[in-house]
């Protein structure tokens, strides 16, 4: 079994071997990780403002 | 960028659009063009805020398009572009220059499946360069391993403590992105074929070599 170098999930070595419960893990790993990511603010003003100079 | 009237609007509403649009543009001073004039600017974002566009056609449609591509894709691209160069701040730029740049080519896209495949592709791109430049700039400095983030922010410290993203950051470019794409993103082949543009043979390449290189790596930790 390997352990994680942090918090994230251990691979149970079953799961290491096969292709299609690895890879249900990996897709777990990677949405448990990135989905706590949060846009700092309101993105759609910058992008506006941008298509508005550039359009003018 | 061209001065502008602080008010142009006549109700306290006007005053206060007015100022906040001001404070915007101000904040992205260094990306408008010199000719940039508020007023006009103001006008149209108004407009656009009624939904009584004085741009109709292909020009209202594009901004159309931004609008709805926002509300249901800036979060999910914003993360995709996060798992790449796993810097929020970076991340968030990569995707608005997308949508910028999504807007000003609607004259090849014209609908909003072709325009989210574009975003996708130009979020890789993207990403890719910022990646480069990154291994380039800390080269120079001879400082931090090629794409270590640049900012730290709460949420990446926590994924950059993730076993799997630790061992993601290892793997050789295209295979990262390959997996990313397939396993975070969920694309079919041709789906990851396109926004990568490559065959899907060599994404099914990239992506199997990629979870090879991510098993041995985990398992040798």
Redesign the interface.
Known sequence: M??????????PPAQ?HD?MK??E???R????????????GD?????????????? | ?RAAGRDTGTSPEDALLSRV?QQ??E??ES???A???LD??LK??RA?LDGDSEHPGV?WNA?RA??EL?AEH??AL??LA??LVRD??T??EV??DA??AM??GWQRLRDNEKALAYLRQAVVNRSRSVLRHRAVVDKNLQKAPPDMPSAEHG??V?????????A?RGLPERQREA??LR??A?LSEAEIAATMDISRGAVKSHTSRG?AA??AA????
Not at chain 1, 4 to 9: A, H, Q, Y
Not at chain 1, 32 to 37: E, K, M, T
Not at chain 2, 218 to 221: A, D, F, G, I, N
């Open positions: 390997m352990a994680g170098t942090g918090p994230g999930p251990e691979i290491g292709p690895f890879a893990f990996v897709r790993a990677l949405h448990d990780a990135v989905d706590q990511v949060e846009p700092c993105g759609l003003a910058p992008i506006w403002a941008r298509i508005l100079a550039g359009g003018e | 960028m649009y915007v543009t904040l992205q990306r408008l063009s000719e940039y004039d006009k600017g149209r974002y656009w020009e901004d931004v609008t926002y800036y979060r914003v993360r996060a798992m929020t701040q991340a968030e995707v608005q949508f910028v807007h000003d949420a990446l926590l994924l950059e403590r993730d076993a799997v993203v630790a993601l997996i990313v396993y975070y969920d979870m991510l098993r985990l398992e040798q930790e």
